[in-house]
């Protein structure tokens, strides 16, 4: 648990941190659109292809969490298939460092972690592991969908955006 706890942590909030303000030291630029890049490829890419990764290698907890302690086969094939779409939406998290990437990639995993954050809020009985989860998954949303909101509203505004 305390493995996990750290690397999601980081990915939610150390390392977006960091590496927006490295860029920002060494390149500049406006501070919303690198740390959004940045939390975007952390917070959505690493994160959720590190997760898909695990689901699909059937190692992680989401089976024990869909079911009890022996995993029926359509709970073990649920969360596979979850997987393989976090999977996909993480590498596309990791292509927000190519331009034009970070937006409409951002949108997509703030509103997936987002939703899955306020889904898993009500939820009684969550170990530890689930409670860094559902925390981090808001965290992590609302760090990426507010910017992309700024963004969106520069860019109907006319606004540059970069």
């Known amino acids: 648990m305390i493995g ?32 959004a890049k940045w939390w975007v490829f952390w917070g959505v890419g690493t994160r959720l292809l590190l997760a898909g990764l695990t689901q699909v290698s059937g190692k992680g907890a989401t089976t024990r969490i869909l079911g009890g302690t022996t995993p029926s086969v359509q709970e073990t ?34 509103l997936f972690l987002l939703f899955a954050g306020l889904m898993h809020v009500t939820k009684t009985g969550k170990n530890p592991q689930e409670q860094v989860a ?5 965290i ?8 992309a909101v700024i963004v969106l509203i520069r860019i109907l505004a006319g606004g540059a955006t970069s």
């Open 4 to 35: 996990y706890a750290v690397v999601v942590i980081a990915q939610t909030i150390v390392l977006p941190i960091v590496s927006g303000a490295v860029e920002l030291a060494v390149a500049g630029g406006d501070p919303l659109l690198v740390f």
């Open 77 to 110: 094939q649920l969360t596979r298939e979850l997987g393989v779409a976090n999977i996909a939406m993480g590498t596309a998290g990791l292509l927000a460092l190519v331009p034009g990437w970070a937006l409409p990639v951002g949108i997509a995993g703030a």
């Open 134 to 138: 559902t925390w981090t998954d808001l």
């Open 140 to 147: 992590v949303g609302v760090a990426v969908l507010v910017p």
